[in-house]
Antibody, heavy 126, light 108 residues
Framework: QLQLQESGPGLVKPSETLSLTCTVS??????????WGWIRQPPGKGLEWIGS???????YYNPSLKSRVTISVDTSKNQFSLKLSSVTAADTAVYYC??????????????????WGQGTLVTVSS | SYVLTQPPSVSVAPGKTARITCGGN??????VHWYQQKPGQAPVLVIY???DRPSGIPERFSGSNSGNTATLTISRVEAGDEADYYC???????????FGGGTKLTVL
């Protein structure tokens, strides 16, 4: 059974870079059928997609965050990572990693996310 | 950018049917996926490709999608169905994932 686990600091100072890693177990991150993504949820608010990466390194990013986001993949460790720069209090959220089914009916795209990691709370505060 | 609109809340009595809508411009031309999120837990996929159910999801959960509205229907609602529900699509015009704002289902 595939499992995803987020890890990283729970507290980040304003203007610094948030760094998280998602470790995939029970399956290979190098599968041609999936993208791997980050989604966040500010306290009491809804879900926001941050971006997703294919094992080859191809990425999609949320345009609203693209200038500050880098997602990378390490197939040797079966991990993918998120870096979000110049954080502010507005970046305080639970960050989830998840697997997305890749679609290619005429064009490359993402379908649904399943499964999800348990999530990790990252607080931006001095 | 593409926007998905969900009602903030829906209330239903136990045993009745709950319908949660997800509105978007010509959403019927897209594939819609639905998630259930209970407090303190990660979201769980309950419907994919508009109306398909993952294994382990009760048949009480169903979905439809046409025109400008997709709908998640929960029949014979139980107390355990109380949760937040989110719809999600892929917007091919901007190459991004879009989530609806979420609907809190309250079982009276």
């Amino acid at each position: 059974q595939l499992q995803l686990q987020e890890s990283g600091p729970g507290l980040v100072k304003p203007s610094e870079t948030l760094s998280l890693t998602c470790t995939v177990s029970g399956g290979s991150i190098s599968s041609s059928s999936y993208y791997w993504g980050w989604i966040r949820q500010p306290p009491g608010k809804g879900l926001e997609w941050i971006g997703s990466i294919y094992y080859s390194g191809s990425t999609y990013y949320n345009p609203s965050l693209k200038s500050r986001v880098t997602i990378s993949v390490d197939t040797s460790k079966n991990q993918f990572s998120l870096k979000l720069s110049s954080v502010t209090a507005a970046d305080t959220a639970v960050y989830y990693c998840a697997r997305a089914l890749r679609g290619y009916s005429g064009y490359d795209h993402l379908n649904w996310f399943d499964p999800w990691g348990q999530g990790t709370l990252v607080t931006v505060s001095s | 950018s593409y926007v998905l609109t969900q009602p903030p809340s829906v209330s239903v009595a136990p045993g009745k049917t709950a319908r949660i809508t997800c509105g978007g411009n010509n959403i019927g031309s897209k594939s819609v996926h639905w998630y259930q999120q209970k407090p303190g837990q990660a979201p769980v996929l309950v419907i994919y490709y508009d109306s398909d159910r993952p294994s382990g999801i009760p048949e009480r959960f169903s979905g439809s999608n046409s025109g400008n509205t997709a709908t998640l229907t929960i029949s014979r609602v139980e107390a355990g169905d109380e949760a937040d529900y989110y719809c999600q699509v892929w917007d091919s015009s901007s190459d991004r994932v879009v989530f609806g704002g979420g609907t809190k289902l309250t079982v009276l």
